[in-house]
C-alpha cells in the first residue's frame, strides 16, 4: 500500500523568509512524487515532480523540492517566501510497482506568509 | 482550449436524489478521475478511468457510478444522496506517459446534501 503524510496542518512564514512544507511517503517500489498547490475556490494546480533522476527538482513560481530516498521524504521549499504563496500545498505518491493508476495525496498543509 | 470544466459548480440536493456530476476535457487524455475533498481529508479517489469505455473503483467508490462513453468526458453518478456526500468533488485528467504523469484540475463542484 502507498501512503503519504504532511506532518504539519500549518506553516507560519514571515514575507522573504525561507519555506519548508514537508512531506514522508511508503511505498513498496520506486515513488513518483508531486506537489500540488490549491487556492481558495480554486481546483489544485500542479507544481512539480519527481519521476526518476535528479534528486533536486525545480518547479513553478520560484519552489523546488528534493527527493531523499533514504528518508523517504519530499520537501518542498522556496528560497524567499511572497505572500501570494499563501494556499494549501498538497504532496501525493504513486508506487512506479504497483500496476495502479491511483495517486494518493496527503491531508494537505496550509502556508500563510505574513507580509 | 478550456482545460478540465466541471458541470455544475454547485449544487443543493435531498437525501435520496439522484444528479449526475460531468467532466469534460479538450487536452486528448487517457485518463480521467473523480476526486472528493474534505475538511483535513486530503483529496481522496473516487473511481477513475484510463480509456473510453473504461472505468475503475477508487478508494472511496460506495454509493457512486461513473461511466466513460466518450474519451472527453467522464460523468460521476449520486443514485440516492446522502448527508455524507456533501462535498467537494474535483475531476482531474492526464495523459497515459509516465513522463508526463501530470493531473490537470477542473474547478471543483460543491455539493450539499441535506
Known amino acids: 500500500a502507498q501512503s503519504v503524510a504532511q506532518p504539519e496542518d500549518q506553516v507560519n512564514v514571515a514575507e522573504g523568509n525561507p519555506l519548508t512544507v514537508k512531506c514522508t511517503y511508503s511505498?513498496?517500489?520506486?515513488?513518483?512524487l508531486f506537489w500540488y498547490v490549491q487556492y481558495p475556490n480554486r481546483g489544485l494546480q500542479f507544481l512539480l515532480k519527481?519521476?526518476?533522476?535528479?534528486?533536486l527538482v525545480k518547479g513553478s513560481y520560484g519552489f523546488e523540492a528534493e527527493f531523499n530516498k533514504s528518508q523517504t521524504s519530499f520537501h518542498l521549499k522556496k528560497p524567499s517566501a511572497l505572500v501570494s504563496d499563501s494556499a494549501l500545498y498538497f504532496c501525493?505518491?504513486?508506487?512506479?510497482?504497483?500496476?495502479?493508476?491511483?495517486?494518493?495525496f496527503g491531508k494537505g498543509t496550509k502556508l500563510s506568509v505574513i507580509p | 482550449n478550456a482545460g478540465v470544466t466541471q458541470t455544475p459548480k454547485f449544487r443543493v440536493l435531498k437525501t435520496g436524489q439522484s444528479m449526475t456530476l460531468l467532466c469534460a476535457q479538450d487536452m486528448n487524455h487517457e485518463y480521467m478521475y473523480w476526486y472528493r475533498q474534505d475538511p483535513g481529508m486530503g483529496l481522496r479517489l473516487i473511481h477513475y478511468s484510463v480509456g473510453e469505455g473504461t472505468t475503475a473503483k477508487g478508494e472511496v467508490p460506495d454509493g457512486y457510478n461513473v461511466s466513460r462513453l466518450k474519451k472527453q468526458n467522464f460523468l460521476l453518478g449520486l443514485e440516492s444522496a446522502a448527508p455524507s456526500q456533501t462535498s467537494v468533488y474535483f475531476c482531474?485528467?492526464?495523459?497515459?506517459?509516465?513522463?508526463?504523469?501530470?493531473?490537470?484540475f477542473g474547478p471543483g463542484t460543491r455539493l450539499l446534501v441535506l
Open positions: 482531474a485528467s492526464s495523459y497515459e506517459r509516465v513522463e508526463e504523469e501530470t493531473q490537470y
Open positions: 511505498v513498496s517500489g520506486n515513488p513518483y
Open positions: 519527481y519521476i526518476t533522476g535528479d534528486n
Open positions: 501525493a505518491v504513486r508506487d512506479s510497482g504497483a500496476g495502479s493508476y491511483q495517486l494518493t
